[in-house]
T-cell receptor, first 114, second 116 residues
Framework: GDSVTQMEGPVTLSEEAFLTINCTYTATGYPSLFWYVQYPGEGLQLLLKATKADDKGSNKGFEATYRKETTSFHLEKGSVQVSDSAVYFC?????????????FGKGTKLTVNP | NAGVTQTPKFQVLKTGQSMTLQCAQDMNHNSMYWYRQDPGMGLRLIYYSASEGTTDKGEVPNGYNVSRLNKREFSLRLESAAPSQTSVYFCASINPRGGGVGGELFFGEGSRLTVL
């Protein structure tokens, strides 16, 4: 079945460090891929997305490229800030038999220290 | 525009008690979902409703029931709460037809449930 695997956390970085959170997926067909972010005490919100191979999603300095050949969608940011401290979820979505399938990774907690 | 609204935000129950978590969305979305979030487990799908009048089991449906009351509302009921159901519950909605957002899920702020 479909699955999403993302790197185990927690991840602790200093401000202005480079961030990579790895995400790989298993799915049939051509899913859309997403990164969601959850700030403390809040629900998840969409950070960025890519709907087809080689697409690059970007938002708030974060980027991720849909790599079909490696079934990956790694999240990167060149210079993290304290305000980026949150839990990040990789997810895939595809349509099967008229219904939506949505699968989330287990989340990676990021803490950025000043 | 409120998005997805969940009530209550916090609840403490005793084992065996029942309760209903309410969820409403004002975005005219077809599909709605209930997830639970536990430490180290990420998000797990409990039930979903692809459209008004339909509901389907997700990954962890045992001990829960749902009702898709109308297009806006999707409630989750615990008939006899157990300590294993202590969790944070999230409702979400999506319009699979996209509407320009590529099928983005919109989440409520969560309901933190503790079962003693």
């Amino acid at each position: 079945g479909d699955s999403v695997t993302q790197m185990e956390g927690p991840v602790t970085l200093s401000e202005e460090a480079f961030l990579t959170i790895n995400c790989t997926y298993t799915a049939t067909g051509y899913p859309s891929l997403f990164w969601y972010v959850q700030y403390p005490g809040e629900g998840l919100q969409l950070l960025l997305k890519a709907t087809k191979a080689d697409d690059k999603g970007s938002n708030k300095g974060f980027e991720a490229t849909y790599r079909k050949e490696t079934t990956s969608f790694h999240l990167e940011k060149g210079s993290v800030q304290v305000s980026d401290s949150a839990v990040y979820f990789c997810a895939l979505r595809r349509t099967q038999g008229g219904s939506e399938k949505l699968v989330f990774g287990k989340g990676t907690k990021l803490t950025v220290n000043p | 525009n409120a998005g997805v609204t969940q009530t209550p935000k916090f609840q403490v129950l005793k084992t065996g008690q029942s309760m209903t978590l309410q969820c409403a969305q004002d975005m005219n979305h077809n599909s709605m979902y209930w997830y639970r979030q536990d430490p180290g487990m990420g998000l797990r799908l409990i039930y979903y409703s692809a459209s008004e009048g339909t509901t389907d089991k997700g990954e962890v449906p045992n001990g829960y029931n749902v009702s898709r009351l109308n297009k806006r509302e999707f409630s989750l009921r615990l008939e006899s709460a157990a300590p294993s159901q202590t969790s944070v519950y999230f409702c979400a909605s999506i319009n699979p037809r996209g509407g320009g957002v590529g099928g983005e899920l919109f989440f409520g702020e969560g309901s933190r449930l503790t079962v003693l």
